[in-house]
C-alpha cells in the first residue's frame, strides 16, 4: 500500500479563491512528521507547512493551512486567497516513527498534485 | 548565499564521462541528502548522511557514489551513467534534533541539478 496518496492529479482554482490539497496518509506508528512542500516548474522543492502527530492545533503559515484529521489519516493543505504564483507541483510527505539520534530521516513522498490559478 | 545550493543547474553527459554534482547548505544544519526525482515517479531518497557519516544508502547502484567532506558539502560523484539516470537531483539538509513533546525536523531542498544522460 501507498504510505502517502494524492488522489488528485491536477486542480484549477480562480485567483483569490481558497482551494483544498487531498493527502491521504498509511501507517501504524504512532509518532511521524506530515510535510508539504511546493515544486514551482524550475524545480526547487519549497517547504510549507509542517504537522506533527503529536500537535494538537491544526498548523498554519500565512495562507497555508493544514487540516488535520488524525483518525481518517488525512492532512490536507488548504490555501487561502490563491495567488498566480501559486501555480505549481504540490507535494506531501511523511516522516515516521520517533527520531533515534540517527536512523528517521527518511521522507516518503506522494505523487503530487499540479495546481493551476487561473486569473 | 543563504539556504541551499546546488552547482551545475543543468548537465548533460555521455555515458562514458565522470562528472559530480555539488550542494553546499548555509543553514548550519547537521544532516543532507541526496533525492533523484524521475518524471511520473515520487520522489526516491539516495542517500543520507548525519554529522558527515554515511547513516542510509537506499540501494542505489554503484555508479553514484556520494561524497560528504564537511557538514556543509555534499557531492553525488557520477560515472558510466545510463540513460534512464537523467532525472532532477535535489540536494536537502535538515538540523535533526528533538524539541520537548514532538521533534521538528523540515528537511530544506536545494534548485536540484537536471541531468541528461545520453
Known amino acids: 500500500a501507498q504510505k502517502i496518496t494524492q488522489t488528485q492529479p491536477g486542480m484549477f482554482v480562480q485567483e483569490k479563491e481558497a482551494v483544498t490539497l487531498d493527502c491521504t496518509y498509511d501507517t501504524s506508528d504512532p509518532s511521524y512528521g506530515l510535510f508539504w512542500y511546493k515544486q514551482p516548474s524550475s524545480g526547487e522543492m519549497i517547504f510549507l507547512i509542517y504537522?506533527?502527530?503529536?500537535?494538537?492545533q491544526n498548523a498554519t503559515e500565512g495562507r497555508y493551512s493544514l487540516n488535520f484529521q488524525k483518525a481518517r489519516k488525512s492532512a490536507n493543505l488548504v490555501i487561502s486567497a490563491s495567488q498566480l504564483g501559486d501555480s505549481a507541483m504540490y507535494f506531501c510527505a511523511m516522516r515516521e516513527g520517533e527520531w533515534s539520534g540517527g536512523s528517521n530521516y527518511k521522507l516518503t513522498f506522494g505523487k503530487g498534485t499540479l495546481l493551476t490559478v487561473n486569473p | 548565499e543563504t539556504g541551499v545550493t546546488q552547482t551545475p543547474r543543468h548537465l548533460v553527459m555521455g555515458m562514458t564521462n565522470k562528472k559530480s554534482l555539488k550542494c553546499e547548505q548555509h543553514l548550519g544544519h547537521n544532516a543532507m541528502y541526496w533525492y533523484k526525482q524521475s518524471a511520473k515517479k515520487p520522489l526516491e531518497l539516495m542517500f543520507v548522511y548525519s554529522l558527515e557519516e554515511r547513516v542510509e544508502n537506499n540501494s542505489v547502484p554503484s555508479r553514484f557514489s556520494p561524497e560528504c567532506p564537511n557538514s556543509s558539502h555534499l557531492f553525488l560523484h557520477l560515472h558510466t551513467l545510463q540513460p534512464e539516470d537523467s532525472a532532477l537531483y535535489l540536494c536537502?539538509?535538515?538540523?535533526?534534533?528533538?524539541?520537548?513533546?514532538?521533534?521538528?525536523?523540515?528537511?530544506?531542498f536545494g534548485p536540484g541539478t537536471r541531468l541528461l544522460v545520453l
Open positions: 504537522q506533527g502527530s503529536y500537535d494538537q
Open positions: 536537502a539538509s535538515s538540523q535533526d534534533m528533538v524539541s520537548g513533546a514532538g521533534f521538528q525536523e523540515t528537511q530544506y
